[in-house]
């Protein structure tokens, strides 16, 4: 396929139409997940125009940054902290319209104001987490859920 993305104008729920079939092209030419977490990230920041779009990984029962694009994040978060590892804990989707009103919010930028997490799973185990952040408040709702959960699964498959 051509390495350009192609996403049209529309509601956020066509953009994702239009996003998804890609994604599943490029994951599916390469096996190696850090190179496909790197171009996922890179898919949903360009398309979206998030603050910040990337992946912690599961390593030695902490997540460590991965690939992402955006500001300088913090590196390292334990299991149960902040909205990644309240995520990887509850093994499911968190997300919170106010960063300010979720008690043990990790403030990496002073900017986001709204958060969606996915856990990442391999064979029933959370190997990652893709978490997004926005400049606005009550950016994420059912629609991106269900999208990116169909993106992490992609990762896995
Ligand atoms: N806000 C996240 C930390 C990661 S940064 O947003 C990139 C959290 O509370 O887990």
């Not at 890609?22 to 190179?35: C, H, K, N, P, T």
């Not at 949903?44 to 694009?69: A, C, N, S």
Request: one cysteine or more; glycine letters at 8%.
């Amino acid at each position: 396929m051509s390495e350009e993305l192609k996403v049209a104008n529309g509601t956020k729920a066509e953009k994702y139409a239009e996003l998804l079939p890609q994604i599943q092209a490029v994951v599916s030419g390469e096996s190696d997940l850090i190179a496909n977490m790197a171009n996922v990230a890179s898919m949903l920041h360009e398309t979206f125009r998030f603050w910040w779009t990337g992946f912690y990984r599961v390593i030695d029962g902490e997540l460590v940054l991965g690939p992402f694009q955006g500001p300088l994040a913090c590196t390292r978060i334990a299991k149960g902290k902040g909205v990644c590892g309240t995520a990887w804990q509850q093994r499911q989707t968190v997300i919170v319209p106010d960063v300010d009103a979720f008690p043990g919010h990790i403030a990496c930028s002073s900017l986001s104001r709204s958060e969606i997490v996915v856990p990442v799973i391999r064979q029933g185990e959370i190997i990652a987490v893709l978490d997004i952040d926005s400049q606005h408040l009550a950016t994420f709702d059912s629609v991106d859920r269900e999208n990116l959960e169909k993106i992490t699964s992609m990762l896995t498959e």
